[in-house]
């Protein structure tokens, strides 16, 4: 965004008119978050900058169609509750796109606002000005499969291992199975199954609970992240102990200090006993997920049928399911 706009008219130059103080505070505003981008990225990510610059050219377009009586006079009127409410409102009517859309619907989808209360707020925030927080929109997830198709992984995981007699089990099938049990008792993300810790897990005759740090997303990013309690069913805990005598053995091999992470690669891969990335865990259900959808069609299960090949609609199936079942219970 530039602070002075000229165009050609006949030959001559015209300037068009100055912009409201407000907006051209803002643009000072967003140059400052180029800069601390441009200095450490880990401070501001080209992603979040391009959302605080798609902010800022909304608000732009915003003004001069009359938000409030004064919310172009500064940044503290264009970030008071009147002007954000109407600047919200504008934005699910898709009254602000700049470019055209083969969605028949214009309104904006909820994800959209959740980021515009983001930027609003790190804005309002980093020009020291007093914010009132709207109300985020609530998450609607994409309809996904069917939650049975959760049970048939667990069927396919434990009739491959028990293929095997127990002590010839291989650590890729032992972790397997507690990794797909905490995913069917805490729901994690890839992120959050590759962040957690030996610490963050509770194994005792009391408690069997695993500290999930959940990593907000959409319009919570830049919270800092609570951990949060999750229960761990019993046949999940056993699986865990298992999986945990078999990390023991994988460390016991490495040179050096001994990482902390819950989650380690295994055999054969040249860095078996090292933390697993969430790459490592993606491919690892693919694979899963692949073998599963092979027995399916032999089987003459249809395609709308077979089991997802992402660890996030999986996920996502499993967490619907959750909601509507504790909604029920209500």
């Known amino acids: 965004m530039g602070t002075t706009v000229r165009q050609r008219d006949h030959g001559t130059d015209r300037a068009l008119p100055s912009l409201p103080p407000a907006i051209t505070q803002l643009t000072r505003l967003i140059d ?3 800069a601390m981008h441009a200095f450490n990225a880990d401070t501001v990510s080209e992603a979040r900058l391009k959302q605080l610059e798609w902010v800022a050219g909304e608000l732009a377009i915003a003004v001069p169609m009359g938000l409030s009586e004064t919310a172009g006079e500064s940044l503290r009127d264009l970030f ?3 002007a954000v409410a109407a600047y919200l409102a504008l934005g699910r009517g898709g009254h602000l796109r700049t470019m055209p859309t083969v969605d028949t619907d214009p309104t904006s989808v909820d994800a959209s606002e959740r980021v515009r209360i983001y930027c609003l707020e790190t804005l ?3 020009a020291e000005i007093p914010f009132e927080t709207p ?8 309809p996904t499969v069917s939650v049975r198709l959760r049970d048939v992984i667990s069927e396919h ?4 291992a028990g293929s095997w007699p127990e002590v010839d089990r291989p650590d890729a099938i032992v972790r397997g199975l ?3 049990g905490v995913m069917c008792d805490t729901l994690p ?3 959050e199954l590759e962040s957690m810790r030996l610490q963050d897990l509770t194994l005792t005759e009391e408690t069997l609970a695993l500290a999930v740090t959940r990593q907000p997303q959409g319009g919570l990013r830049g919270k800092t992240p609570e951990p949060e309690i999750a229960e761990l069913t019993e046949k999940t805990a ?3 102990a298992q999986w945990l005598e078999r990390r023991a053995g994988l460390v016991r091999q490495l040179q050096g200090g001994a990482p902390t992470h819950l989650w380690l690669s295994t055999p054969p891969h040249p860095d078996a006993g090292l933390p697993i990335k969430r790459r490592g865990i993606s491919k690892w259900y693919l694979k899963l997920a692949n073998a599963v959808q092979i027995e399916q069609d032999a089987a003459g299960v249809p395609e709308d049928g077979l089991v997802p090949t992402r660890w996030e609609t999986m996920r996502r199936t499993l967490l619907a399911d959750r909601q509507a079942t504790e909604a029920d219970s209500r």
């Open 157 to 160: 995981l434990e009739l491959e």
């Open 135 to 142: 109300a985020l929109p609530g998450w609607a997830l994409r």
């Open 189 to 191: 993300r890839l992120g």
């Open 238 to 240: 056993q699986l865990l």
């Open 124 to 126: 309002a925030k980093q």
């Open 32 to 34: 400052l978050f180029r």
């Open 80 to 82: 008071a509750p009147e």
């Open 178 to 180: 507690a990794m797909w």
